[in-house]
């Protein structure tokens, strides 16, 4: 998926993602350079391109390989549907829209934003775990999830494929003039694996329209990725074993568990 990025780069700005020159080992090196390949996008944003392809450029081109999309869940991606503009490149309202339904609808996923990120840093660990594993299924096969993707690249201003907090600051000042008093912390509950940035996968856990939530194919897929053992239950290994905690030598796992059902841990 990283090779079809640089090529899809390639098609759309004329320039190759990478020197051409560059040797084997600057080409390792800018590979696994997050800040080179954000300058490279900002640059491609700057050559015109829209913003429904800068969004799939970053998600193909991301540096950990498991929050890039499958071949199949690119292909439904806005920019290949031929669904129009999914931000502009100044507003952050639904005005700079043409006022469609999506637009609406991502304004009321913007409007609600602080309200779904309380919601789920009071969810269970385990729960927001699986919801994470639900988003990361969800990302670009659901069409009920498109609010959500227009949400967050009104929000990455910078096509950087992540928001910061101060991302989030300046959009609230820009638009209410009003930071709402408690974001950091719950901008650390959503910022799962604790990196300073939330991933469009981490932001869509926590919006996640209740159509994807309560979707019975999706909740069985999760579960059965959760059971490791395919025994019909969720246990304390299974979970250390699908998010990779080993032996649980610190207990998060069973910990995460009794949380939600303290008669079952194992």
């Not at 913007?110 to 699986?130: G, H, M, Q, Y």
């Amino acid at each position: 998926i990283w090779s079809c990025g640089a090529v899809l780069f390639l098609m759309l700005t004329g320039s190759t993602l990478l020197p051409e020159l560059a040797s084997e080992e600057d080409i390792q090196r800018y590979v696994h350079d997050r800040k080179w390949t954000r300058q490279r996008l900002r640059w491609a944003k700057g050559r015109g391109i829209s913003q429904d392809a800068l969004d799939l450029l970053a998600s193909m081109l991301r540096l950990n390989r498991h929050q890039r999309p499958t071949a199949k869940e690119a292909l439904w991606h806005p920019f290949l549907c031929g669904v129009a503009g999914m931000a502009s490149a100044s507003g952050d309202g639904a005005g700079g829209h043409d006022g469609s339904e999506l637009a609406l609808a991502a304004a009321d996923v913007l409007k609600r934003l602080p309200t779904d990120f309380r919601s789920f840093a009071a969810e269970p660990v385990l729960k927001r775990a699986a919801l994470l594993v639900m988003a990361h299924i969800a990302a670009y096969t659901f069409q009920e999830s498109r609010p959500q993707r227009l949400a967050f690249a009104m929000l990455d201003r910078g096509a950087d494929g992540e928001l910061s907090l101060e991302a989030l600051e300046a959009h609230y000042l820009r638009t209410s003039n009003c930071i709402p008093e408690d974001l950091e912390d719950i901008f650390k509950r959503v910022d799962i694996d604790d990196d300073g940035c939330i991933t469009y996968v981490e932001f869509l856990s926590a919006t996640l329209p209740t159509a994807v939530r309560c979707d019975e194919r999706l909740i069985r897929t999760v579960f059965e990725h959760l059971d490791r053992d395919g025994d019909g239950y969720v246990d304390a290994r299974d979970l250390a074993e699908a998010f990779r905690h080993g032996r649980d030598p610190d207990k998060v796992c069973r910990e995460a568990l009794t949380e939600v059902c303290p008669d079952s841990a194992q």
